[in-house]
């Protein structure tokens, strides 16, 4: 049976516990590893911070279409799902569209011929009491000649 391993600690990196003793290797004096930057390692001050954001390369994101042209290979299944919901929810939303605009125009079409109709019924009164208007000028200009004629005897006096 090998006898048991003590646990080895990497240089920057910090203990998973409080009870686990801290090793330290040293060559010639001088810690192992002194200096270097362990990636994903905490910077012990903020101008650190500032100087690895500085050196970081600042490249925008790659956003792919299609994630299977990346990855090689067909579409996924959510892919396809997806798709095929979007095919549906278009279809819905152009069947609602011409059920709107069907239902839009029909009631457009109804009150064209509603005005239609209110346009003649309006020309005819109109009319009606042109006809209305000439006959009371008529019946005006038959008072105004029996009232001026002095032919016929006054019956003012007699009533």
Do not use: F, N
Not at 18 to 23: F, I, R, T, V, Y
Request: aromatic share 2%; with cysteine.
């Amino acid at each position: 049976m090998a006898a048991p391993r003590p646990p080895r600690v990497v240089p920057g990196e910090a203990s998973e516990s409080d009870s686990e003793p801290e090793l330290l290797v040293e060559t010639g004096g001088e810690a192992l590893g002194a200096g270097l930057k362990v990636p994903g390692e905490a910077s012990e001050t903020d101008e650190e911070e500032e100087e690895e954001q500085e050196q970081r390369p600042k490249t925008p994101p790659v956003l792919a279409e299609e994630p299977a042209a990346v990855w090689g290979g067909g579409p996924s299944l959510l892919q396809q799902r997806l798709r095929e919901g979007t095919g549906r929810l278009r279809g819905a939303v152009g069947s609602a569209l011409r059920h709107s605009y069907g239902s839009a125009a029909r009631s457009l079409g109804g009150l064209g011929g509603a005005l239609g109709r209110a346009q003649v019924t309006a020309a005819a009164a109109a009319h009606c009491l042109r006809l209305a208007r000439r006959d009371l000028r008529a019946v005006a200009d038959t008072i105004d000649i029996v009232t001026a004629c002095h032919l016929l005897p006054d019956i003012r006096g007699q009533l």
